[in-house]
């Protein structure tokens, strides 16, 4: 079984994909919905891998912790109807604890990841109460600071899987050094 973990965005190059999944037999299997999301097309890849986990991503324009359990259950609602699906849900991707601030670097937004650790560990019983799995954190390349870890305890709790991001190791284009 194959560690390598696709990202399913679409469907357009469908054979391509059909051959891929069937080769490496990976573990698990990211599809980004309302984009990816084709039942005939998912079960035909479920049956060229069936030991493979699929893990459901809802694309989000924005990630708003304004009010955090209510906004859980608002992804959650969006969510729900594709569940049955999937084997994982992923609640928001790549929160910056600095306030997407890379250029230049600001400190460690203390607030922003205490909304966050309420609004995942909320999303993730959600996600338990169905049945499902839910993986936390999908953080991007260098994050969440070390000084974020210990206002994450709930939702570390609550999670099944932490999702750090390693894509572009050791550098990234436009990413500091």
Same mark, same amino acid.
């Given at each position: 079984m194959s560690k390598l973990g696709p990202h399913i965005l679409g469907w357009t190059n469908w054979p391509d994909l059909r051959?891929?999944?069937?080769?490496?037999?990976?573990n698990i299997i990211k599809a980004i919905i309302p984009m990816a999301h084709d039942t005939m097309k998912l079960a035909d890849l479920k049956q060229l891998s069936p030991s493979s986990k699929w893990l459901l991503r809802f694309y989000l324009d924005a990630?708003?912790?304004? @009010?955090?359990?209510? $906004?859980?259950? +608002?992804?959650?609602a969006r969510i729900?109807?594709?569940?049955?699906?999937?084997?994982?849900?992923?609640?928001?991707?790549?929160?910056?604890?600095?306030?997407?601030?890379f250029d230049p670097p600001?400190?460690?937004?203390? @607030?922003?990841?205490? $909304?966050?650790? +309420?609004?995942?560990?909320e999303f993730g019983l959600i996600v338990h109460s169905w049945g499902k799995r839910h993986i936390t954190g999908c953080w991007s390349n260098g994050q969440p600071p070390n000084g974020a870890w210990p206002y994450l305890e709930d939702c570390l709790r609550v999670a099944d899987y932490l999702s750090l991001h390693g894509y572009g190791w050791p550098i990234m284009s436009g990413c500091p050094q």
């Open positions: 051959g891929f999944i069937k080769k490496t037999q990976s990630q708003p912790l304004d @009010d955090p359990k209510r $906004r859980a259950r +608002e992804l959650a729900e109807p594709y569940a049955q699906h999937y084997d994982i849900i992923e609640d928001y991707n790549e929160i910056d604890p600095r306030d997407f601030s600001k400190p460690l937004n203390i @607030d922003t990841i205490k $909304r966050y650790n +309420e609004f995942s560990a």
